[in-house]
């Protein structure tokens, strides 16, 4: 554990820094000893730069020293990827945010990895452009903190998350140096993608410092469909058959039978009863969006349809999906401890998924919330159990083996947006094999040979 500065690193660090940008004292290193999950660890230092030059020079320092480098955005991140859990430095991003271009030309934003999501969106919006990665935090969430998990968000389904929005970054290395991978253009083909390697690889390869992000162009018009359900599994199917018929909606987004009574109560919608809910949205030229309504509304059409309606205005619309955006915390009015995972699945094995997270509730006796992005299989599990229970808690830390194994065997994967960080580090080796495990230790020793970057995360311990 490095739970000291030692002296010679923190007379290098403030001569790189100044004062004012290391934190020594321990009520301001507790702020940034915990993030949005469960977990807890004290750094020695924090660190909040404000250039480039600045990263660079305090990792050579912490190489040097090998001392362990923690790369923090805004602590919104689920799976303690940005906890300090052997000490060290905290690297906190808060201080370079800036946007540094906005070019409608060329559809593009370069920004720093501080600046928050939303503040992104405002200034894009200005020129009729938007960023498609929007986590439910996209409010507070930074920039940097979004890229390390390859966040993504409802409209991920039709725009891809980070790694498919990303055009360019200027990353510092455990080596420390600064490297740049891709750039201003939306093809390339010349070398090796770095910036998909750093892309979700939560700050164990290297400190994102400067992003070149693909905007898109704002829809002129949008559609918005509510189709409730009998059941869970009703729903599920429907998600299917959205997904093959030619027109992609922009958001579709599933919540279960308990959701739909949270947002009823806890969020205000104006929603009936149902076992299960679907809300669909299509984006585009106003003149084409009645047929793509059409084509949707005969796709969620089938066998368990209890109702299927327009939103009646925006005003109806924004609540709906203000609903959507509370039921996170609003789960605590069924129980006060939540895990809360988001594994994901091809979207025709959304049934089975579905299907098979109610067995395990049924065995398990406890309450399973399932809401989340259907359109790309990207279900969020929630576990939910009183932790001042021993049997509750030790049956609802049981069912994450079998709720990974299920996605596994279902051809999904652990994570679709949250990623691995310590709380799904042990089941890596599940989802890959030893070749491929090795093949990603050998690509973070390439990038940093003495494992100095974010130790104790997403790889496997033996690696």
Not at 220 to 230: C, I, K, M, Q
Not at 421 to 443: C, E, N
């Amino acid at each position: 554990m490095s739970e000291r500065l030692p002296t010679d690193l923190e007379h290098h660090l403030r001569a790189i820094l100044g004062d004012d940008a290391l934190l020594l004292d321990q009520a301001e290193r507790i702020v940034y000893g915990y993030d949005n999950s469960n977990h807890r660890g004290l750094p020695a230092a924090v660190a909040l730069p404000t250039e480039t030059e600045q990263v660079a020079a305090l990792v050579r320092a912490c190489r040097h020293h090998r001392f362990p480098i923690v790369a923090r955005g805004r602590g919104t991140n689920t799976t303690g990827a940005s906890i300090a859990v052997q000490g060290g430095l905290v690297v906190g991003f808060e201080r370079m945010n800036r946007l540094l271009a906005l070019e409608p030309a060329d559809r593009l934003a370069v920004v720093q990895p501080g600046l928050i999501n939303a503040d992104l969106q405002t200034a894009a919006a200005a020129r009729g452009l938007f960023w498609p990665p929007d986590p439910t935090s996209a409010g507070f969430s930074s920039i940097g903190g979004n890229l390390a998990c390859n966040a993504g968000g409802p409209r991920a389904v039709k725009y891809g998350a980070c790694r498919d929005t990303v055009l360019g970054l200027v990353a510092v290395t455990g080596r420390g140096e600064t490297i740049r991978c891709g750039g201003a253009t939306s093809k390339a083909s010349a070398g090796y993608d770095f910036t998909r390697f750093i892309i979700g690889s939560e700050g164990t390869l290297a400190l994102i410092v400067e992003a070149t992000l693909a905007l898109t162009p704002l829809s002129p018009a949008r559609v918005t469909l509510r189709a409730l359900y009998r059941d869970v599994v009703s729903a599920a199917a429907a998600v299917a058959r959205l997904m093959a018929q030619p027109h992609t909606p922009s958001m579709l987004e599933f919540m279960d039978g308990d959701c739909v009574r949270l947002a009823r109560e806890v969020g205000g919608a104006d929603i009936p009863p149902a076992g299960a809910l679907l809300m669909i949205e299509a984006d585009g030229d106003p003149r084409a969006l009645p047929i793509a309504a059409e084509a949707l509304t005969r796709a969620a059409s089938g066998d368990g349809l209890i109702a299927l309606d327009h939103a009646r205005d925006e005003a109806e619309r924004e609540t709906l999906f203000a609903a959507r955006k509370a039921l996170s915390p609003a789960l605590r009015t069924l129980a006060p401890g939540k895990i809360n995972e988001d594994v994901v699945v091809p979207v025709s094995r959304i049934p089975d998924l579905v299907a098979g997270v109610r067995a395990m509730a049924e065995r398990s006796r406890l309450p399973v919330v399932s809401f989340g992005h259907a359109g790309n299989g990207n279900l969020h599990v929630n576990i939910l159990y009183h932790p001042d229970d021993p049997d509750q808690t030790a049956r609802a830390e049981a069912l994450l083996p079998d709720l990974f194994d299920l996605a596994l065997r279902l051809g999904g994967t652990l994570s679709g947006e949250h990623g691995i960080g310590l709380d799904k580090r042990a089941f890596m080796a599940r989802a890959h094999d030893p070749a491929t495990l090795a093949m990603m230790g050998a690509i973070k020793m390439a990038f940093d040979p003495d494992g100095i970057l974010n130790p104790g995360k997403l790889l496997p311990e033996s690696r």
